[in-house]
């Protein structure tokens, strides 16, 4: 093989080494960023669910530091010109304020409250676990608005999935439901 072909191959393996080397944090800052974010809006300590540029921060990963800026918000369009402070809590705990992770965390301890076995922590491919409302009407976690969430975990009691939809049916069809009193096991 001549010589000439054997450097320039040396240099493109090179370069594609120089190039993975770059572009595999990038792709790990992309993913990082892409998903949903809970946090508190500074001036008013209210709830917002925000979504970070991913694609920015994967080029400022590639070029340097991962650059991040909101491309969503709750309190958008009325808040559109703020200064964007809440970046802050994003750079301190990025995945603390992950909205999977905060509902995660939320049912992670808690017990359904109609039969009282554990719901534990969220897999994703699992059904999602619901809620219990003050009106006594179950829904998915997930039914409700990011923003939501913090003051909707304040009102409402965990419910595991099967409990969810054996109470919908029972709020849908009552007169498909008949309940048959307890009988204790005979042992004789
Ligand atoms: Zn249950």
């Keep these: ?17 120089l190039f993975a080397f770059r572009a595999i944090p990038e792709i790990r800052v992309y993913f990082a960023y892409k998903r949903k974010r809970l946090i508190t ?3 008013t300590h209210e709830t917002a669910a925000v979504d ?28 559109e010109d703020c200064g964007q402070e809440c970046l802050s ?7 603390n304020c992950l909205v999977w992770n905060i509902v995660s965390k939320w049912y992670e ?3 359904c409250a109609f039969c009282q076995k554990p719901i534990g922590a969220l897999h994703h491919l699992d059904h999602a676990p619901a ?15 990011p923003e939501q ?9 965990p419910v595991c999935w099967n409990c969810h939809v054996a109470e919908t049916f029972r709020r849908l069809h009552p007169e498909l439901v008949v309940d048959r009193p307890f009988e204790p096991r005979r042992t004789m």
């Design 1 to 17: 093989m001549p010589v000439a072909i054997l450097i320039t191959l040396a240099v493109l393996v090179l370069a594609l080494k």
């Design 41 to 43: 809006y500074p001036e």
């Design 52 to 79: 970070v540029s991913a694609g920015q921060a994967a080029v400022g990963a590639f070029l340097a530091e991962p650059t991040l800026r909101l491309k969503e918000c709750s309190r958008w369009p009325e808040r």
């Design 89 to 95: 809590q994003i750079e301190v705990g990025p995945a």
């Design 109 to 111: 301890e808690k017990k």
């Design 131 to 145: 809620l219990l409302g003050p009106d006594f009407k179950t829904a998915e976690w997930n039914q409700f608005r």
């Design 149 to 157: 969430l913090p003051a909707v975990f304040s009102k409402y009691q």
